[in-house]
């Protein structure tokens, strides 16, 4: 981009930043962009050379050309710094911050935030000085600052009903709410997000502010686990997205489409819609572009795919630079229990303030400490748990919390676990998510042999067999396999673990892709197909695999 100097004739038409600007309010990002890139602004007119470049900006914008937008935006803060236009000055600054946060550079945001102070803590009945304090609003709820980012929206939703911008009050009541549910009153923060809501829905907010509100209302029903309520909203802002396309908010809502649709099972469609996302943010939006990783990885690790969880959480983690719950329940598939229990301390160790944040990460602490024989620590992590679903009154927590106290029943062989898990199991049922109904189920079953109820037992299994079978989780079906056959007499003497080689041969593995399955060496595994080979007396993998199936070894 060129902004001063070059070869383009100076072009001084006094409709050019008019046409710009008519384009933009049209969403025709690409006009406003082509009628002011590369322009050579007047030195006698040093106004109208800030308002085009800031224009230039906001075009680069949407078209998702951060850096240009950046580039652009610098420019016209020092035309209006010079011109001593601070309300031009201190917005640009506002906007630098919000740019530099997108890249994931916060000391470079921290410090356009302070110019923006610096240049409209003067000017306070301005929407300029309102879009300042918004954003020192959000740094404070950032930092856990529960009670100054609250006294600040609040302080914005009145300069917004002052000044009549829709736009100012609908993103300070959209702040307002997500910290009151921080606060723990979810209630009033959902009525807030609703009342931000009401903007979106009337069309009286620009595209950028919809967008903002959109999301930080999806936001706000994940981490609540109102699932039903953030998928509705998630298909409605993807809706919305695809009808104003280029710039960050396309990938904004496939990252919360891909969860949605995760949660209801359906994770091919996820898969897809976070790749797409990851793509589209991955020079835009680093930190939500982690998130999209993170899906990505989360779904393969439900899959099987082993390889491939892994290369997608560590991409979220080196975008983010934080540790990946996923990537700990992957280690302790992989039966790398220090591992993932290091990774998963670490996580909630970041968490300072965000309790929702921590009810995310509560269930996989639980179930990695049971793994690894530490009750005690699986009860911390419930107790926890529990007291978040308490006071945040959020149906999904209190299912999560459902579902880990029953593995520590289970553990503890409490014969409490069935009627826990059954309540698991009905709680995720109403929430609509398939896989959390089938591990409940699958745990449940393991409570009910236990108990010493065979009937119930193999009912359960079953239910939770069809829904992994589904949803196409090879890892819980490995899982589930683990379970049933604990108890199981397989024929001719063999071992578990020979049954086990048994099933994947019939299944049509070779031993390369058994031993990565069971995490041996491929010598192991023809020592284990030798042994299976003498014991049931034949020559060959398909005799073995007809022997698996007349046995029920396999289905």
């Given at each position: 981009?060129?902004?001063?100097?070059?070869?383009e004739?100076?072009?001084?038409?006094?409709d050019?930043?008019?046409?710009?600007?008519?384009?933009?309010?049209?969403?025709?990002?690409?006009?406003?962009?082509?009628?002011?890139?590369g322009?050579?602004?007047?030195?006698?007119?040093?106004?109208?050379?800030?308002?085009?470049?800031?224009?230039?900006a906001?075009?680069?914008?949407?078209?998702?050309?951060?850096?240009?937008?950046?580039?652009?935006?610098?420019a016209?803060?020092?035309?209006?710094?010079?011109?001593?236009d601070?309300?031009?000055?201190?917005?640009?600054?506002?906007?630098?911050?919000?740019?530099?946060?997108?890249?994931?550079?916060?000391?470079?945001?921290?410090?356009?935030?302070?110019?923006?102070?610096?240049?409209?803590?003067?000017?306070?009945?301005?929407?300029?000085?309102?879009?300042?304090?918004?954003?020192?609003?959000?740094?404070?709820?950032?930092?856990?600052?529960?009670?100054?980012?609250?006294?600040?929206?609040?302080?914005?939703?009145?300069?917004?009903?002052?000044?009549?911008s829709?736009?100012?009050?609908?993103?300070?009541l959209?702040?307002?709410?997500?910290?009151?549910?921080?606060?723990?009153?979810?209630?009033?923060?959902?009525?807030?997000?609703?009342?931000?809501?009401l903007?979106?829905?009337?069309?009286?907010?620009?595209?950028?502010?919809?967008?903002?509100?959109?999301?930080?209302?999806?936001?706000?029903?994940?981490a609540?686990?109102?699932?039903?309520?953030?998928?509705e909203?998630?298909?409605a802002t993807?809706?919305w997205?695809?009808?104003?396309?280029?710039?960050?908010?396309?990938?904004?809502?496939?990252?919360?489409?891909?969860?949605?649709?995760?949660?209801?099972?359906?994770?091919?469609?996820?898969?897809?819609?976070?790749v797409?996302?990851?793509a589209?943010?991955?020079?835009?939006n680093?930190?939500?572009?982690?998130?999209?990783?993170?899906?990505?990885?989360?779904?393969?690790?439900?899959i099987?795919?082993?390889?491939?969880a892994?290369?997608?959480?560590?991409?979220a983690?080196?975008?983010c630079g934080?540790?990946?719950?996923?990537l700990?329940?992957?280690?302790?598939?992989?039966?790398?229990?220090?591992t993932?229990?290091?990774?998963i301390?670490?996580?909630?160790?970041?968490?300072?303030?965000?309790?929702?944040?921590r009810a995310?990460l509560?269930?996989?602490?639980?179930?990695?400490?049971?793994?690894?024989?530490?009750?005690p620590?699986?009860?911390?992590?419930?107790?926890?748990l529990?007291s978040?679903?308490?006071?945040?009154?959020?149906?999904?927590?209190?299912?999560?919390?459902?579902?880990?106290?029953?593995r520590?029943?289970?553990a503890?062989?409490?014969?409490?676990?069935?009627?826990?898990?059954?309540?698991?199991?009905?709680?995720?049922?109403?929430?609509?998510?398939?896989?959390?109904?089938?591990?409940?189920?699958?745990?449940?079953?393991?409570?009910?042999?236990?108990?010493?109820?065979?009937?119930?037992?193999?009912?359960?299994?079953?239910?939770?067999?069809?829904?992994?079978?589904?949803?196409g989780?090879?890892?819980?079906?490995?899982?589930?396999s683990?379970?049933?056959?604990?108890?199981?007499q397989l024929p001719?003497?063999?071992?578990?673990?020979?049954?086990?080689?048994?099933?994947?041969?019939?299944?049509?593995?070779t031993?390369?892709?058994?031993?990565?399955?069971?995490?041996?060496?491929?010598k192991?595994?023809?020592?284990?197909?030798?042994?299976?080979?003498?014991?049931i007396?034949?020559?060959?993998?398909?005799?073995a695999?007809?022997?698996?199936?007349e046995?029920?070894?396999?289905?």
């Amino acid at each position: 981009m060129r902004v001063q100097g070059g070869s383009e004739p100076v072009v001084s038409e006094p409709d050019r930043l008019t046409a710009a600007r008519l384009a933009l309010s049209c969403c025709d990002w690409q006009g406003a962009y082509d009628v002011v890139v590369g322009v050579q602004w007047p030195d006698a007119d040093p106004a109208r050379a800030a308002a085009g470049l800031d224009v230039l900006a906001d075009a680069a914008w949407w078209l998702g050309r951060l850096d240009e937008c950046i580039e652009a935006r610098e420019a016209a803060y020092a035309r209006y710094d010079e011109l001593g236009d601070r309300r031009g000055a201190g917005q640009c600054a506002v906007w630098l911050y919000e740019h530099y946060c997108f890249k994931a550079r916060p000391a470079a945001a921290g410090g356009w935030l302070r110019r923006a102070r610096h240049a409209l803590e003067d000017d306070p009945e301005s929407a300029e000085y309102g879009a300042l304090r918004l954003r020192e609003a959000e740094t404070a709820h950032g930092g856990g600052n529960l009670e100054a980012s609250a006294t600040a929206a609040r302080e914005v939703v009145e300069l917004g009903r002052r000044l009549r911008s829709a736009d100012l009050e609908a993103e300070a009541l959209q702040t307002l709410g997500r910290v009151l549910i921080d606060q723990g009153d979810p209630i009033e923060g959902l009525a807030t997000l609703d009342e931000a809501m009401l903007f979106a829905v009337e069309g009286r907010l620009r595209p950028y502010s919809t967008g903002k509100v959109y999301c930080s209302l999806i936001s706000a029903c994940e981490a609540l686990g109102d699932l039903r309520r953030a998928a509705e909203w998630s298909e409605a802002t993807t809706r919305w997205a695809l009808r104003h396309p280029l710039a960050v908010f396309p990938g904004l809502c496939r990252v919360h489409l891909a969860s949605s649709l995760r949660s209801r099972g359906r994770w091919n469609e996820a898969e897809e819609q976070a790749v797409r996302a990851c793509a589209e943010l991955a020079t835009l939006n680093v930190t939500n572009a982690a998130a999209g990783f993170a899906e990505i990885g989360e779904i393969r690790r439900r899959i099987g795919d082993l390889e491939g969880a892994e290369d997608a959480f560590r991409r979220a983690e080196q975008l983010c630079g934080q540790p990946q719950s996923g990537l700990a329940l992957l280690r302790l598939a992989q039966g790398k229990l220090d591992t993932a229990t290091a990774i998963i301390t670490r996580a909630l160790d970041e968490i300072t303030w965000d309790r929702l944040a921590r009810a995310r990460l509560l269930p996989a602490r639980a179930q990695i400490a049971i793994a690894s024989g530490d009750v005690p620590a699986a009860v911390s992590a419930l107790e926890d748990l529990e007291s978040i679903a308490s006071d945040f009154a959020s149906p999904a927590v209190n299912a999560a919390a459902l579902s880990t106290r029953g593995r520590i029943q289970l553990a503890s062989n409490d014969r409490s676990a069935c009627a826990t898990l059954r309540e698991a199991a009905e709680r995720w049922q109403e929430l609509g998510v398939p896989h959390e109904v089938a591990t409940a189920r699958m745990l449940q079953g393991a409570a009910w042999r236990h108990a010493g109820d065979r009937d119930g037992a193999a009912t359960s299994f079953e239910a939770a067999r069809a829904i992994f079978e589904r949803l196409g989780a090879a890892l819980d079906l490995r899982d589930l396999s683990d379970i049933t056959g604990a108890n199981l007499q397989l024929p001719a003497g063999l071992s578990q673990r020979e049954g086990e080689v048994l099933r994947l041969v019939a299944a049509g593995m070779t031993n390369k892709q058994i031993a990565a399955e069971l995490f041996l060496s491929e010598k192991t595994i023809a020592r284990h197909l030798s042994n299976i080979f003498t014991k049931i007396e034949v020559a060959s993998r398909s005799a073995a695999t007809a022997f698996a199936f007349e046995h029920h070894i396999v289905r």
